[in-house]
């Protein structure tokens, strides 16, 4: 970048607070967020807010914070509870870093700089400047998507959107105001999220206008996405009428969650009979085979679940999925991606306290309805 360029670039950058906050004060959503700037309820609002919208993370927030209502809550919250809370919002491994971090938080404090906030699990750059800004006052630039929509346009800066991050949020660093930092970090993503559209921008209502390199949505340069990888998967329902069958997860992108039994391989329904009756499950029925898919970010599941009806019994909550057997089966008629300890591993649970205390992943959830 020639020294002109980069000039003109900092000018730019350095008339924002000026066009934005007074911008910002008339235009910004009422969230409830940006109520408090406490650093826990900011720090929480920023995790749940990666990869989730604005409307489906508000009344999540809301219920998250009556619940737990500081780090220390957090800390000590059951993880079964944690995931029940943070149902619906997906990426559950953004829920265990939080409980991580907060019981590193509950017994040393607070960080107070971007550095130790990086220092924390599930914590990366964005994060940690958007915590300092808002809750610290600190000139820590947070480069969102949003941000480096709006700047790469406002700078006709056409290089592909993930090698821009980094280098926008050392540009924004001189051009942070001396007081309202936090508003001016919000400025900047309000103006993505609400003006400086993905597609068709509402250009005549930003700000900016005059000082915009690009006013159109040609700007950032899209890079072209992994395709994700296909997998079947097998789910079994097991349920006597009034409990179904549940066992946690021990490992892949839903470790530690509770799920239906799954194989990842396509099973038809006389492979099924076959597998469960080597397995030396007495009395039961398999019902019709019910399909649906479901998209992960790299991954996506065409899955088939099959109903296997068992007899009705008195079951405690929790209680074992046949006590008098271990249910195992012979290697060689394992299905591929299926462990013993899945079987093994099976839970009794009433419907009822499985809707009001288990959080199923939304992979699952549709065979729970059915």
């Known amino acids: 970048m020639k020294e002109k360029e980069r ?11 000026a066009l934005l ?3 910002y004060d008339k235009n910004r959503r009422e969230l409830p967020w940006r109520e408090n700037t406490d650093p826990y309820r900011v720090w929480v609002s920023e995790i749940m807010l990666q990869q989730t919208r604005v409307e489906a993370a508000k009344e999540h927030y809301i219920r998250f914070l009556r619940e737990l209502p500081d780090v220390h809550a957090l800390a000590a919250c059951p993880e079964d509870k944690l995931f029940k809370l ?8 953004r829920a265990r870093n939080l409980q991580k971090a907060a019981k590193i938080i509950a017994g040393k404090g607070f960080p107070q700089d971007a550095a130790g906030w990086r220092s924390l699990p599930g914590i990366g750059a964005y994060t940690a400047g958007a915590v300092c800004s808002i809750a610290f006052g600190l000139p820590t630039p947070a480069a969102d998507g949003n941000v480096v929509r709006v700047l790469s346009r406002l700078l006709g800066d056409a290089r592909p959107q993930a090698q821009l991050r980094g280098e926008f949020e050392k540009e924004l660093a ?3 105001p001396k007081e309202r930092c936090g508003d001016f970090t919000q400025s900047l993503m309000e103006l993505g999220a609400t003006v400086c559209l993905p597609a068709s921008p509402l250009c005549l209502a930003c700000p900016l206008l005059s000082l915009c390199a690009t006013k159109s949505d040609s700007l950032p340069t899209r890079e072209k996405k992994a ?3 296909k997998t079947a998967v097998t789910l079994l329902l097991f349920s006597d009428g009034t409990h179904v069958a549940l066992c946690k997860r021990s490992e892949g992108v839903l470790k530690g969650m509770y799920a239906f039994f799954s194989v990842e391989t396509a099973l038809s329904e006389e492979e099924v009979r076959g597998f469960l009756s080597a397995a030396g499950l007495k009395d039961f029925t398999v019902g019709e085979r019910t399909t649906h898919k479901h998209v992960f970010t790299h991954i ?4 088939a679940a099959y109903t ?7 079951r405690e ?3 074992p999925f046949d006590p008098e057997r271990n249910l195992r089966v012979p290697g060689e008629l394992l299905p591929q991606g299926c462990a013993h300890s899945d079987l093994a591993a099976l839970r009794w649970f009433s419907v009822g306290y499985a809707r009001e205390n288990i959080s199923l992943p939304s992979a699952f959830r549709w065979a729970f309805k059915a």
């Open 7 to 17: 000039t003109d670039r900092a000018q730019k950058l350095a008339a924002l607070p």
């Open 86 to 93: 943070w149902e619906g919002l997906g990426y559950y491994s």
């Open 21 to 23: 906050l007074p911008w």
């Open 300 to 303: 996506e599941w065409d899955m």
């Open 317 to 319: 909550e929790g209680s």
């Open 227 to 229: 395709e994700r990888r």
């Open 174 to 176: 001189p051009a942070y």
């Open 308 to 314: 296997v009806a068992l007899p009705e019994a008195e």
